[in-house]
Each structure stands twice: as structure tokens, then as C-alpha cells.
């Protein structure tokens, strides 16, 4: 099943070229890995994706729907990059704060349900902040607000998770916990993630294709052809090159 569809689709801002003839298909339970320098349009082309950034395209499609008559939002969990900024004064409890993710899945009069409370529970319980349901979001760690950010993306069981940088804030064992979740949402229940990283070094790890975009797209396939790839040998050297594809072994 193809989740996204993109053919030919270039964004311009105040007469400035950001991306430029994007192209790619993204299948159910693939794990991207969307890498490139600053100012790539990494992040505009996730906008483009959830209908926030105008663009041109001959084909853009989500979930086989054109992205701007696109709907069915409750199919796409979203983790926006810099959250924890956002968190220091979000007067919410945790609970609160992941209850918004139902939002998405529901029609006017947006009333909140038994059913919506025991999916927030349920979502707490599975990344092990169940016993944080009545904290203040602004006084957890770190790790522990990232854990309720990714708990907010998937309350609403999407198909579809796109996390934009989630890990930069993170030391190295919270960081690897959680990978672990997302490998498990990935290899376990089939969800489809795209993740934006500048850590090429250990995104094969996780990710089964690169997206990597320069404004452009200069690499989008599997880790294998990647590794095989005698143009990316010449963008990243031959020692980030076997680097990246290393870890991904």
C-alpha cells in the first residue's frame, strides 16, 4: 500500500527555490530516515506533506488522497521539532496534554469520551509514563516529555508518524529507548515512519530507506543501494560513506 506519492513537487518561498522537483513513494511499514544539511527543506517538505506549505506538484498524494483534499488526519501522528521549549510553561497535565491528540479523530462538537480518557491511558501505559498521567508537563525530564509528545502523536493510532529531529535533546540511553519504541511501532504494528535526522551515523539502524535532499533529492532508496551508490561515495567520502552504511549493517 503507498502511503505517500510524490511526483515532480517543488516549494518557493518569497521567490526563492526550497525544494525542487521532489519525487518519491513510501510504502506501508517503511522506516525513513530523511537526512540532509541545514536549510535542505527537510522540513518544508514535511509541511508540504501535512498540507501546511503550498507547492506545485504533478502527483501528491496521501494515503492514495490528493494532499490538499486530504481528511483523514486521525491516520497521521505528527512530533514537531523543538517541543520542550513549548513545554517549560503548557499549562496541561500530562494526561491533558496527550488528550489533544484525539482531536484529530473527531467531528464538531469535539466532546471528549470515556473511550478518548482509556486511549490516553492505554497510550501512557505502553511508553511506561502511565504514573506521570498527572503531572504538570513542565516538570518532567526531558525524556520523560518526549515519551508524552510521542504518546500525543499516537493516541489517535495512526498509520503514519513523522517526527522531526525527536532524539537532539536526548542523552544516549534515553535516546536509544526511544528507537526501541519507534522499531517496535515499526516491525510490530506496521506503522510508517518517516524520521528527519542529521545523525546519518546511526539512522541505519533503524531507518530501511534514506531520503537524503539538498533541496533537491540526491539519494531516496534502500540502505543497500545507498552503500552501493558511487555518486553518494563522492557527496559523503568513502569513509561517512561506509560509516553510515556500518551501522546499518
Known amino acids: 500500500m503507498s502511503i505517500i506519492q510524490?511526483?515532480?513537487?517543488?516549494?518557493?518561498?518569497?521567490?526563492?527555490?526550497?525544494?525542487?522537483?521532489?519525487?518519491l513513494d513510501i510504502s506501508q511499514g517503511d522506516f525513513v530516515g530523511l537526512a540532509g544539511p541545514n536549510g535542505a527543506g527537510k522540513s518544508t517538505l514535511i509541511r508540504s506533506i501535512l498540507g501546511l506549505q503550498p507547492f506545485t506538484a504533478?502527483?501528491?498524494?496521501?494515503?492514495?488522497?490528493?494532499?490538499r483534499q486530504f481528511?483523514?488526519?486521525?491516520?497521521?501522528?505528527?512530533?514537531?521539532?523543538?517541543q520542550t521549549n513549548k513545554a517549560k510553561n503548557f499549562p496541561a497535565t500530562v494526561a491533558e496534554f496527550v488528550l489533544l491528540g484525539r482531536l484529530s479523530t473527531k467531528h464538531w462538537p469535539r466532546i471528549i469520551?470515556?473511550?478518548?480518557?482509556?486511549?490516553?491511558?492505554?497510550?501512557?501505559?505502553?511508553?511506561?509514563?502511565d504514573h506521570l498521567a498527572n503531572r504538570p508537563l513542565s516538570t518532567l525530564s526531558g525524556g520523560q516529555q518526549q515519551r508524552a509528545f510521542l504518546?500525543?502523536?499516537?493516541?489517535?493510532?495512526?498509520?503514519?508518524?513523522?517526527?522531526?529531529?525527536?532524539?537532539?535533546?536526548?542523552?544516549?540511553?534515553?535516546?536509544?529507548?526511544?528507537?526501541?519504541?519507534?522499531?517496535?511501532l515499526n516491525q510490530n504494528h506496521q506503522v510508517t515512519i518517516i524520521l528527519i535526522t542529521h545523525d546519518t551515523g546511526t539512522i541505519g539502524q533503524f531507518a530501511n530507506k534514506l531520503l537524503f535532499l539538498?533541496?533537491?533529492?540526491?539519494?531516496?532508496?534502500?540502505?543497500?543501494?545507498?552503500?552501493?551508490?558511487?555518486?553518494?561515495?563522492?557527496?559523503?567520502?568513502s569513509s561517512e560513506q561506509h560509516h553510515i552504511c556500518h551501522q546499518h549493517d
Open 71 to 82: 481528511k483523514d488526519w486521525h491516520k497521521v501522528g505528527y512530533m514537531p521539532q523543538k
Open 151 to 184: 504518546a500525543k502523536a499516537l493516541v489517535s493510532n495512526p498509520e503514519l508518524l513523522i517526527l522531526d529531529e525527536p532524539t537532539n535533546a536526548l542523552d544516549p540511553e534515553i535516546r536509544s529507548e526511544f528507537f526501541e519504541i519507534l522499531q517496535d
Open 214 to 237: 539538498d533541496t533537491k533529492v540526491l539519494f531516496w532508496g534502500d540502505f543497500q543501494d545507498f552503500c552501493a551508490d558511487p555518486s553518494m561515495s563522492n557527496y559523503f567520502g
Open 113 to 129: 469520551s470515556a473511550k478518548d480518557r482509556e486511549a490516553v491511558n492505554n497510550q501512557l501505559t505502553k511508553l511506561g509514563i
Open 6 to 23: 510524490l511526483d515532480n513537487l517543488s516549494v518557493t518561498i518569497q521567490n526563492t527555490p526550497i525544494l525542487s522537483g521532489v519525487s
Open 58 to 67: 504533478e502527483t501528491a498524494t496521501l494515503f492514495d488522497s490528493p494532499i
